[in-house]
């Protein structure tokens, strides 16, 4: 089965930058996209940014462009999410998920997507 891990959450300040990865084992990442979500308390989950298969189509939430970006390491099977002057509203869970569906784009769309992984927490409070 495929599986995602995610990692680099914690607890920040306002103001401060956290670099969330997404590592996949027994799938080769780079062929499919990648998608980041989020939810907070009470809320439901937010699409964040996603990346496609060869990453020419990436897609940011406008409540982080300028803020947050996308990237992905292909020799280490890993998708990354570096965000920047974070807000105590980007607190919530943060998932990684991968479509299997070969589209060229991508979309912040939770239902295209086919695997989660467990999450990470990222709080961003005084």
């Known amino acids: 089965q495929l599986q995602l891990v995610e990692s680099g959450g914690g607890l920040v300040q306002p103001g401060g930058s956290l670099r969330l990865s997404c590592a996949a084992s027994?799938?080769?990442?780079?062929?499919?996209?990648i998608g980041w979500f989020r939810q907070a308390p009470g809320k439901e989950r937010e699409g964040v940014s996603c990346?496609?298969?060869?990453?020419?189509?990436?897609n940011y939430a406008d409540s982080v462009k300028g803020r947050f970006t996308i990237s992905r390491d292909n020799a280490k099977n890993t998708v990354y999410l570096q965000m920047n002057s974070l807000k105590p509203e980007d607190t919530g869970v943060y998932s990684c998920?991968?479509?299997?569906?070969?589209?060229?784009?991508?979309?912040?769309?939770?239902?295209?997507?086919?695997?989660w992984g467990q999450g990470t927490q990222v709080t961003v409070s005084a």
């Open positions: 027994r799938f080769t990442l780079p062929y499919y996209a």
């Open positions: 998920a991968v479509r299997l569906r070969p589209l060229p784009n991508c979309r912040l769309v939770p239902d295209e997507y086919n695997y």
């Open positions: 990346i496609s298969s060869v990453g020419s189509s990436i």
